[in-house]
């Protein structure tokens, strides 16, 4: 009778017909494979813990690795780090900050390296500062890596002129890049937040993601506006006869 494990051209066809069961593997090349599949696996393991792994956890589970892991968590560490401080940078401020004249110094000449701010001088009681520093608000939000601040104007500016109100000022370390004084500048009361994020956006303190001017999409409307109200010449000749 010959021998249902040999390694023949038959026997291998038994075995794809069911006919004879699957060959034996030698006990020790089981256990070679068992092996390995466990070391990938825990490989596997291992690699995806410490992607899932918070800065603590990683230096409380750095025991465990070994040395081709820890070169691998620590460039990983590395990495974390370095987003952790972007990511801190960019989410620094967030909302809009009440200064006074002595807060100064500290809040804008020495805001920092790299540091765009953005100086609201109001008053209370002028409506139009009441809406700027609303509108202020909300890009604060929107712009967290940018420093947005307000103070009362004569706290700043002793004797600050009622009529330059509201004015803005928008600095990048310590330096005046752009100024917007008066309430004409700002087009009154219908000033819209997304007017005003383009008009400081191009003093360059903010990266506005509005493909236009705002303002421009009223103009347009105003003048095609009055220039159909306007009689033409034919509509004139016609009067007169």
Known sequence: MQDPNADTEWNDILRKKGILP?????????????????QRLQQKSVVKTYEDMTLEELEENEDEFNEEDEQAIKMYRQ???????ATQIKNKFGEILEISGQDYVQEVTKAGKGIWVILHLYKQGIPLCTLI?????????KFPDVKFIKAISTTCIPNYPDRNLPTIFTYREGDIKAQFVGPLVFGGMNLTRDELEWKISESGAIKTDLEENPRKQIQDQLISSVRSSV???RDSDSEED
């Not at 520093?133 to 939000?141: D, E, P, T, V």
């Open 79 to 85: 990495q974390r780090i370095a987003e952790w401080k």
């Open 231 to 233: 009689p033409t010449r």
């Open 22 to 38: 699957s060959k034996e593997k030698p006990k020790e090349q089981e256990e070679a494979v068992e092996e390995q599949e466990q």
């Open 133 to 141: 520093n609303q509108h202020l608000s909300g890009l604060a939000r």
